[in-house]
């Protein structure tokens, strides 16, 4: 099952950081959050990803092609122009950088890479966000229904910390917790392949016409995922994530 990510938006609410680089780009504890979802979801298994492009894509390609030049030692042999890498841990990655258009909704960027997908189910997520979702417990809850799309379906965090009482005595304080009522679309799904079929194209949004049919047809279930999920839309969210990164409590650092 491939991984396609969509990494084509503007990042506007990032605009610090995005001005100069894609949102998918940007860094946390020296890696591109792009990196931390492709490792994610590596250490499930997946390895096949299709990365959808658009805002300042030939900066991800530029990476994607480097990685294993500016991840190594690297020997140039002067007198007959050989270059080779050593010290490389190697990964076994398979990454297509498709352009899905500058403008192109997220829908319609889906829509684009149906080619690359071979019609088969596949896996969705928005190039700005990590969690630590388990991903083969989604994909088995989605073949388990036999419906068309699954949503996971997250709590956010509280921006604020929460605070419970006993008279006036605190009782209980969490810094920022996930909060304990209201769900959202955690922008991670599994799609069988005739998804492809509910977009009209470039201007459409993803989270608008093709989900909504999909629920009035029945055919969109959701995963509750109840544990960690973090997206990055505002430098307050980035300085957050580089934090637990930092400080070695990063809960989507799954891998070893």
Same mark, same amino acid.
């Given at each position: ?56 894509? *030939?900066?991800? &390609? ?12 690297? &020997?140039?042999? /002067? ?14 990655? %398979? ?26 189910? /596949?896996? %969705? ?21 036999? &419906? ?24 209980? /304080? ?44 029945? *055919?969109?279930?959701?995963? &509750? ?32």
């Amino acid at each position: 099952m491939k991984v396609v990510v969509l990494a084509g938006g503007y990042g506007s609410r990032l605009a610090e950081e995005t001005t100069v680089r894609p949102k998918p780009m940007v860094e946390i504890g020296g890696y591109p959050i792009l990196w931390h979802i492709m490792k994610i979801f590596d250490h499930f298994g997946y390895k096949e990803f299709v990365i959808a492009l658009g805002y300042m894509g *030939q900066s991800i &390609k530029e990476y994607v092609e480097n990685y294993v030049k500016n991840n190594s030692h690297v &020997k140039v042999d /002067f007198k007959n122009g050989n270059v080779t890498y050593t010290d490389y841990q190697p990964l076994d990655w %398979c990454v297509d950088l498709i352009d899905t258009g500058r403008t192109t909704l997220t829908g319609g960027r889906v829509k684009r890479v149906g080619p690359f997908l071979n019609n088969e189910p /596949f896996i %969705c997520i928005y190039g700005d966000g990590v969690t630590d979702l388990n991903i083969s417990e989604l994909v088995r809850f989605h073949r388990s229904h036999g &419906k068309l799309a699954t949503l996971t379906a997250v709590r956010p965090s509280a921006r604020f910390g929460h605070v419970e009482f006993d008279g006036q005595m605190v009782r209980e /304080f969490n810094e920022k917790p996930q909060t304990a009522e209201g769900w959202i679309n955690g922008g991670i799904f599994v799609f069988e392949p005739q998804v492809l079929d509910y977009i009209d194209g470039d201007h459409t949004d993803l989270s608008r016409e093709p989900l909504e049919r999909l629920v009035k047809e029945g *055919q969109l279930m959701a995963y &509750k995922h109840t544990s960690y999920w973090q997206c990055m839309d505002t430098l307050r969210e980035k300085f957050l994530l580089e934090n637990l990164w930092d400080t070695d409590r990063a809960p989507w650092k799954l891998w070893t």
